[in-house]
Structures are given as C-alpha cells and as structure tokens.
C-alpha cells in the first residue's frame, strides 16, 4: 500500500494494514475465550464443532463453489459421529453460512425417557398379568365345559346354537342308594354331603373307565348312558358294553365301600336301550340331559 494511504487497524495483539472499505476484523482467539465455549460445553457434558461455510465465485469458472472451515471445536468432537450431532445453522447476510454441531458424549436422551421406560416396563408387565389371568380363566372355563358337555355338543353350544338331536339307540344306567332317607335321617347334614362325595367319586372315576358319560346326579340319584358320541363316538353295541361293564364295577365297589361310620351302603340299578332325544338346556348354567321313553323305562327298572 502507497505510504501515506490507507489506515491500520490494531485488535490488540496484531496491526491490520488496509486500504478501502473493511466491514470487521475480529480476533477469534480471544472471542472464543471470552465465550468460554470450550469450558461451558464440557460443563454440560457435550461436544461441539463451530465450522463456517462460504460461497465462492471461481472467475475462471464462472461458478460458485463451497469451503468449510473449521472455527472452533472441542477436544472430543472427533470420536463422535456425524449421525449424533444436532446441527443448528445460523446464516447471514453475505455469502458464508455458520453452522453449529453439538452432541452429548452417550448421545441426546429425553429428560423423561427414563421414567418412561420404567412405566412402560411396569404397564407391560400389569398387562400380561392380567392377560395371562384373563386367559387362564378362560381356559378353566373352557375345561368346566368339557366336562359338563359332551365335544360335539359343546362345539354347537359355543357356536350359539340350540343343541339336540334325535337318538336311534341309547344305553342308560340310573343307580340310587338303598334306604337313603332314613340313613340320612340318622346323620348330621355335612356327614352326608361328605358321604355322598366320597361315593360319587369313585364311582366318577369308574365312568371315566370304562368311557360311559354321566348325566349327573340327583340327591342319591345317579344316571349315566353310553352309545354313539357319548362321550366320545362309539356303535351302539359297543355304548350297551360300556354301561354293562360299569354297572359290574360299580356292584364290585360297593361291596367294599364304607361311611366314615364304617355303615356300609347299597345300591339298586337299572339299565335300558332304546330311543333318545337328548340336547343342552340353558345357557348360563348349561346342562346337557336326554329325554325319552327308554329313560323312563331305565327308572323304573331301576326302582323295581
């Protein structure tokens, strides 16, 4: 520059010589030292990278072309990945634009994710409780229909439809016990209920057995069939057997079977085929019965 032109500009460490219009001329160390960036970020545990961008007009070219650089950036900016820093640009008014990249060192989290996982942890888990209840019951409740209903009834029961058919041949069996009323006379109402499960039970266990389905028992009552799809599928000979050789078992049980009391009990029974309608009544308490002459006749062989 000519002597005697132009002006100097002093930013306290260094003298600028310049001649024209100057827009600023800013000492960067000491802004950023006046800032404290480096010291404020690694406060709050973060990275940063402070880079300007400018746009450049090549004459030979006739096109503009981008430069990044970078004006600051903190001691660990390096080991953190691009895909993790949250960038805020600031532009200005002339051809370079200032970007400001800022990243935590285990990377952003909400203020609130923690509690969150922690209620999404503990909701999940309340939830599959209740679900594994809610489906525990139903299944329980499934169970107590199978043995309430024979399989192919209980299919159209679920399903919403009136549940009877029409039987060619049924074997029924109807058992009660000898003298019960005044035996039950001379017991205190708890002993008979236990008595009577006691019995029942075996003689359920028998049903199982030899495969006969019972219908159920009344009082001492007790009335069972076999034949076709009770329980399951079966000829009608082969129902008659089944009914015939749980009859026998149950005469057999009886012989050995004893009250608390140590009394011992007996039972009268009758067995007829014949003709049947049978089916499901209600709903809400579903019990599935036959109706027919041959049950008739069954009773009073029974009774005789």
Not at 1 to 20: K, L, V
Not at 167 to 182: A, L, R
Not at 249 to 269: C, N
Request: hydrophobic share 45%.
């Amino acid at each position: 520059m000519p002597a005697g032109m132009g002006y100097n500009i002093n930013t306290g460490e260094a003298n600028y010589s310049s001649w024209g219009f100057v827009a600023a001329i800013i000492n960067w160390q000491r802004l950023l030292d006046r800032s404290r960036i480096y010291e404020r970020f690694e406060n709050k545990g973060m990275q940063f990278e402070l880079t300007k961008t400018d746009r450049i007009f090549n004459v030979t070219t006739k096109d503009y072309f981008e430069k990044t650089s970078v004006l600051a950036q903190s001691a660990g900016a390096y080991s953190i990945g691009p895909g993790n820093y949250l960038n805020v640009s600031l532009p200005d008014a002339t051809s370079n634009n200032w970007t400001l990249s800022v990243a935590y060192d285990d990377g952003f989290h909400a203020p609130w994710f923690g509690w969150a996982t922690a209620m999404s942890v503990i909701f999940s888990l309340v939830l599959s409780i209740v679900l594994m209840v809610i489906l525990l019951e139903k299944q329980e409740h499934k169970n107590l229909l199978r043995e309430m209903l024979p399989s192919k009834a209980l299919k159209k029961f679920q399903r919403g439809g009136i549940v009877v058919k029409k039987y060619k041949m049924f074997t029924i069996f109807f058992s009660d016990i000898v003298g019960f009323t005044s035996m039950a006379a001379k017991m205190t109402p708890i002993d008979v209920m236990k008595m009577l499960n006691s019995f029942y039970t075996e003689v359920d266990k028998l049903a199982d057995k030899h495969k006969v389905y019972k219908i159920r028992t009344i009082g001492d009552a007790y009335m069972a069939v076999g034949g076709l799809s009770c329980p399951d599928k079966c000829s009608v000979s082969e129902g008659a057997l089944r009914v015939t050789l749980f009859a026998l078992d149950l005469m057999e049980l009886v012989k050995s079977f004893r009250t608390d009391d140590g009394l011992e009990i007996v039972i009268r029974a009758g067995i007829h085929s014949g003709p049947v309608v049978a089916g499901v009544i209600e709903r809400i308490r579903p019990q599935y019965t036959i109706f027919g002459d041959a049950v008739n006749i069954a009773s009073c062989v029974e009774s005789s």
